[in-house]
């Protein structure tokens, strides 16, 4: 009995400590509402539903990971290597409406995606987008998508890299992560994306 008396005691002692280093810890700041994005920024969207009390700030979502970045303003410098990794992921688009359903060279594939993308990645564009038996493009499932939200990671003089998420049908369509990060380098004074980083 005299043991189960010294638990109970024991245990409220841990208890008041406990509680008495939770309030110590906890923000005792006065609250403020979530502060509103930048006049002219575009609405970020997010896939699950956050449910916070509108008298706290909104928690930050811990799931994007590196893409995190995608959610801050760009500088404007790093608006131009932003703008630079969307006119590349929008290449495949431009392609279809010029081309549309005539037929093209590969060679014409491969200059175009060119102009946003290293070598190596122009060649394997190129290889996915034209088809040698009728020499035209591919018609279903496009290998490239324009992502709404874009961050940058690490800006350098001649190299970046930009973290982006992926829209959800997209990400579905390919089995494509929710964050992806690209590393750009700067070849005849403009932003190419040069590989795609693990």
């Known amino acids: ?13 841990c208890w008041t400590v406990w509680l008495a280093v939770a309030s110590a810890c906890s923000d005792a700041r006065p609250e403020k509402q979530a502060s509103l994005p930048p006049l002219g920024s575009p609405p970020t969207i997010m896939d ?9 700030a909104a928690p930050i979502d811990t799931a994007l990971g590196r ?16 703008d630079a990794l969307k006119t590349a992921y929008g290449l495949e688009g431009v392609l279809f409406q010029r081309a549309g359903s ?25 290889d996915y987008s034209w088809q040698p038996d009728s020499h ?13 939200s874009v961050g940058v990671l690490e800006l350098k003089q001649d190299r970046a890299l930009v ?18 990060v690209d590393r750009l380098v700067r070849e ?4 190419i994306v040069e590989a795609r980083e693990p």
């Open 67 to 82: 893409c995190g970045v995608a959610l801050q303003a760009p500088s404007a410098d790093q608006q131009e290597v932003i």
């Open 1 to 13: 009995m005299r043991h189960l008396l010294l638990t109970r005691t024991k245990m409220r002692s």
């Open 163 to 180: 973290a982006w998420i992926p829209p959800t049908t997209f990400r579905k369509q390919w089995g494509a992560p929710r964050c992806l």
């Open 136 to 148: 035209m493009l591919r018609a279903t499932d496009r290998a490239l998508t324009v992502p709404d």
């Open 48 to 56: 699950t539903a956050a449910f916070t009390n509108e008298s706290t």
């Open 102 to 126: 005539d037929t093209i060279s590969r060679e014409q594939v491969y200059a175009h995606y060119r102009q946003g993308f290293s070598v190596e990645l122009a060649q394997q564009l190129a």
């Open 188 to 191: 005849d004074a403009r932003w």
